[in-house]
């Protein structure tokens, strides 16, 4: 394998390297420093795969002229055009996967009351979850994404009849990255528990609200 050949391919390993290394820690930390380093390395990482791109073709064309190009050279060209190429669905895939993780808002309904929770529906600005049934101890969690700004609120139904409440009184798109936790007691009373950090392990705020029964 000529020297060129391997510049190459160290112009397509390095930033699938990078690439996936600043992606892998930003799921293990969530450090913000890794989102700015990842905006940074994109367009750097596509200069240096235009770099291997271009010598790659002048690898090709060389080889052409002198009559060199064999089947098996030919098929380490072709690896090492795939293996610059796969940079951008990668990249591609790292930048959506991340604008996912990052404006997903995720809600855990815990029924601490003494009576069965026969349906839970989450309404917001372009979402209407459903929960479905929870009894006594139990819990249920959902991941949404909101539409645009508004109030996130529920509806629930015990053998009582239905009843509303606010669980937070403004969303909006891009928020996410946390875990909010509603837990319901009796006597329409719940308390929200809202989460931060990695995975939510970070309480930030907590309320106690009282839910309205719908006539």
């Not at 160290?10 to 913000?32: E, K, N």
């Not at 291997?52 to 060199?68: D, K, N, S, V, Y």
Request: glycine letters at 8%.
């Amino acid at each position: 394998m000529s020297r060129l050949l391997r510049c190459v391919i160290a112009c397509g390993a390095i930033p699938l390297a990078v690439g996936t290394l600043i992606y892998a820690l930003w799921l293990a930390t969530r450090w913000d420093g890794l989102t700015v380093a990842g905006f940074f390395w994109i367009p750097i990482g596509f200069a240096v795969i235009l770099v291997g791109l271009i010598a790659l073709l002048w690898h090709f064309t060389e080889q052409m002229a002198r009559r060199e190009l064999t089947w098996a050279r030919f098929g380490n060209v072709v690896l090492t055009a795939a293996l610059l190429l796969i940079n951008f669905p990668t990249a591609a895939f790292f930048v959506f996967s991340a604008r996912d993780i990052s404006s997903k808002y995720t809600l855990k309904v815990v029924n601490n009351s003494d009576r069965v929770i026969e349906s839970f529906v989450a309404s917001a600005p372009g979402v209407n979850i459903e929960f479905g049934s929870m009894s006594p101890g139990h819990s249920m969690q959902r991941s949404m994404h909101f539409s645009t700004e508004g109030e996130l609120t529920f509806t629930a139904r015990d053998h009582d009849g239905e009843l509303t409440g606010v669980i937070e009184g403004y969303v909006t798109n891009g928020l996410g990255n946390r875990l909010t936790i509603m837990h319901l007691r009796n006597d329409l009373n719940y308390t929200v528990e809202w989460r931060g950090g990695l995975n939510g392990h970070t309480t930030t705020r907590v309320e106690s609200l009282t839910a309205k029964r719908i006539e």
